[in-house]
C-alpha cells in the first residue's frame, strides 16, 4: 500500500511539473508575442525620426532611422520609404547645384560621412563639386538597389507609393525633399 501511494504520489508530481513546463512556455511564447506587437510602435518611431532628419536636413542619421525601419519591420513599405530617402537627398542636392550653392553642397558632403567626434578636428572635406558627383552616383545605386528590393517584394504596392510620392512632388516642387507624402502617415 505504501509503495502504491508513493507511485501516486510520483505520477502527481510529474503531472504538476509537466504543466509548470507547459505554462512557463506559454507565458514565454506571450511574452515574445507582445515584444512582436511592439515592433510597429518602433517602426512608427523610426518613421517619426526620419521625417524630422528630413526636416532638418539630416540626411545621414534620416537614411540611418529608415535602415532601421527596414531591420524592425522588413516590408515593401520600408524598402521604398528608404528608397524615397535617397531620393530627397538627390532631390536637395540637385536644389542646390540650380542654384549653384557650393558651400551647402559641401555641408551636405560632410553631414553624409561625419559620425565620429574626430571629425571635429579632422573633417573629412572634399571638393564640394567632386562631392556633388560622388553623392549623385552613390545616391542613384543606393536608391537603384532599394527600389528592386521593394518591387521584388510587391510591384503593385510599389507603384502605388511612387504615385503618392509623384503626387507629394509636384505639391511642392521647391521643398519636397524636406518632408514625405501626407498619405504616408509617417
Known amino acids: 500500500m505504501n509503495a ?36 510597429p510602435g518602433e517602426m512608427n518611431d523610426c518613421l517619426a525620426r526620419a521625417k524630422v532628419y528630413l526636416m532638418a536636413g539630416d540626411y545621414r542619421r534620416a537614411v540611418e532611422a529608415s535602415q532601421r525601419n527596414i531591420d524592425l519591420n522588413p516590408s515593401v513599405e520600408a524598402y521604398v520609404y528608404l528608397a524615397y530617402v535617397y531620393q530627397a537627398i538627390n532631390g536637395y542636392l540637385d536644389s542646390l547645384v540650380k542654384q549653384e550653392d557650393y558651400v551647402r553642397v559641401e555641408q551636405l558632403s560632410l553631414n553624409l560621412t561625419a559620425r565620429e ?24 545605386q543606393q536608391f537603384d538597389v532599394t527600389a528592386a528590393m521593394a518591387n521584388r517584394l510587391n510591384r503593385a504596392r510599389t507603384d502605388e507609393l511612387w504615385a503618392q510620392q509623384t503626387l507629394w512632388r509636384e505639391a511642392m516642387p521647391d521643398s519636397w525633399w524636406a518632408g514625405v507624402p501626407g498619405a504616408w502617415k509617417w
Open 117 to 140: 567626434i574626430i571629425d571635429l578636428i579632422d573633417p573629412p572635406n572634399v571638393m564640394p563639386r567632386m562631392a556633388q558627383e560622388l553623392i549623385h552616383e552613390g545616391i542613384r
Open 4 to 39: 502504491s501511494w508513493m507511485q501516486k504520489r510520483v505520477w502527481e508530481m510529474v503531472i504538476w511539473l509537466g504543466v509548470g513546463a507547459v505554462l512557463i512556455g506559454a507565458f514565454q511564447f506571450s511574452n515574445s508575442w507582445a515584444q512582436a506587437d511592439q515592433t
